[in-house]
C-alpha cells in the first residue's frame, strides 16, 4: 500500500496538469482566433510554467513573440521578443527534433533577429540560420505551407538584396546554395498549392513574379490575394498592400 499511494498521487497530478495544459491551449487558441495575439502569447507562456517541453506552446509562444514584436515601433521592444522568439523556437527543437513546425519556427526567429542585429557577422549568420532550418523542415515534411514559403522567401530575399550583403554573405558563407528567382517562385507556388489562403505567401509570389518581370502571373496572384479570407491578425494589411499593388498594376 506505500507503494501505491505515491504513484496514485503522481497518477492524479499528472492528469490535473494535463487537464490545465488542454485548457489553457484551448483558451489560447480562442484568443488565436480572435485576434488578440498578446493574449494568446501570455496564454502559451502559462502553458510553459506547468509543461515547460510542450513543443506546441513553444512553438505559437515563438510565432507571437515574432508578429507582435514585429509591429512595436522600438528597435529595444522589438529585440525582446525577437530574441524571446528564437529563445522559445530553440527550445521548441530541443525537444522534438523531428518537428517542422519546430524549425520553422526557428527560421522565422532567425529571419526576424536579421532585422535588428547590428554586427555584420552575426546578422549574415541568422541568414545562413534560415536557410538551414527551413532545408530542415522540408528534410521532415517536404509538404510543409510554411517550410515551403520560408524556403521560397528566402531565395526571394537573397535576390533582391543590396549586393554589399549579398557579396558579404557569399564571403562568409561560400557553400550556400546560389539564390535564384525561379527557386523563389517554385517553392512559393507549392506553398500556395499545399495552403491556398496564405495571405503572406501570396503576396510574396505576386512580388516574386512582379521583381521576375511577369505581370500577368502578378496581377492573378494579386486578384486571389484580396479575396483570401482573413485568419490572422496581419492579413487585413497584407491584402491592402495587395490591393494597392494591384491598383498601380492595372
Known sequence: M?????????????????????????????????????????????????????????VKAAELSCTT?????????????FESALAFAQRAVASDSNNADAYCARATACAKMTKI???????????????????KALQINPNHAKANFIEGKWHYEMVTLNWAKRLAVKAMYGGLPEADMDKAILYLEKSRSIDPYYVLNGLTLAKAYKDNNRPAQTIEVLKRVVKMPT????????????????QDLE
Do not use: C, S, W
Not at 491584402?239 to 494591384?246: F, G, I, S
Open 2 to 58: 506505500k507503494k501505491i499511494f505515491p504513484f496514485l498521487f503522481l497518477l492524479i497530478n499528472y492528469n490535473v496538469m494535463a487537464q490545465d495544459t488542454n485548457l489553457l491551449l484551448k483558451e489560447a487558441d480562442n484568443f488565436e482566433h480572435q485576434f488578440k495575439e498578446e493574449e494568446a502569447l501570455n496564454k502559451y507562456k502559462q502553458v510553459l510554467t506547468v509543461d515547460g517541453n510542450n513543443v506546441k506552446a513553444l
Open 69 to 81: 514584436g514585429e509591429r512595436l515601433i522600438n528597435k529595444n521592444d522589438k529585440r525582446i521578443y
Open 117 to 135: 542585429e547590428t554586427d555584420n557577422k552575426k546578422m549574415i549568420a541568422f541568414v545562413r540560420d534560415i536557410k538551414i532550418n527551413a532545408d
Open 231 to 246: 485568419r490572422t491578425f496581419d492579413d487585413t494589411a497584407l491584402k491592402e498592400e495587395a490591393q494597392k499593388m494591384l
